[in-house]
């Protein structure tokens, strides 16, 4: 479930621009046609192609902004890939995020999200997804996954709390390990 979540996620950020005022800015078209939206364009694109891998996911709303919830491995999260859509880069900074740090960003959920029995029926926990892999931003396809687990054995890399590689996410491991090979 992970990896198909953050595949679409990547893929959603990637392709999309965001724009106010955008053609269809509103509707998942502004996504498919345009390649250029607004938050309700982020949150509905990212629901459909969740719903199309079986992932169960919600577009959630609140403080006049769109955002989802999906369940990964038996658990419900927020995602917000409107936030992070900055410039063009996936920050991963919104993503698979328990309430705790999720809501104090000003993400507050609107009737009918904020009630019984929504919250019952997706109750997002309070932890953020802690991957199994300490590399989650390198796919293990990834054809810098074997540089990367050689750099970590010798030592040159360790990558940061978060297991993340670096907190503005400019440059990934993989990127990293390409440029110091070559």
């Known amino acids: 479930d992970f990896e198909k979540a953050k595949y679409i996620y990547d893929a ?3 392709r999309t621009e965001y724009e106010q005022g955008s053609a269809d800015s ?13 938050c309700q364009g982020y949150a509905t694109m990212f629901y459909a192609m969740c719903r199309w891998a079986g992932l169960p996911v919600r577009v ?10 999906v369940k990964v491995e038996g658990r419900w999260y927020n995602v ?3 936030w992070d859509d900055e410039n063009g880069e996936n920050q991963w900074d919104w993503f698979l995020l328990g309430s705790d740090n999720f809501n104090v960003s000003g ?9 019984e029995p929504f919250l019952s029926q997706y109750p997002v926990g309070t932890a953020d997804y802690v991957p ?15 540089n990367i687990a050689l750099a970590t054995e010798l030592g040159l890399l360790n990558g940061v709390g978060d297991h993340r ?14 440029m110091l090979w070559r």
Do not use: K
């Not at 959630?60 to 919830?69: D, E, K, P, Q």
């Not at 199994?132 to 074997?146: I, K, L, Q, R, S």
């Open 12 to 14: 959603l950020i990637l």
């Open 26 to 38: 509103q509707t998942i078209c502004s996504v498919l046609l345009n390649q250029r939206s607004v």
């Open 60 to 69: 959630v709303t609140g403080s006049n902004h769109a955002w989802n919830i």
């Open 80 to 82: 917000d890939s409107t």
């Open 107 to 115: 993400h507050t959920r609107e009737e009918p999200y904020n009630q």
């Open 132 to 146: 199994v892999t300490p590399y989650w931003d390198v796919w293990d396809t990834n054809y810098h996954a074997e």
């Open 165 to 178: 590689f670096g907190s503005l996410m400019t440059m990934q491991r993989g990127m990293l390990v390409t």
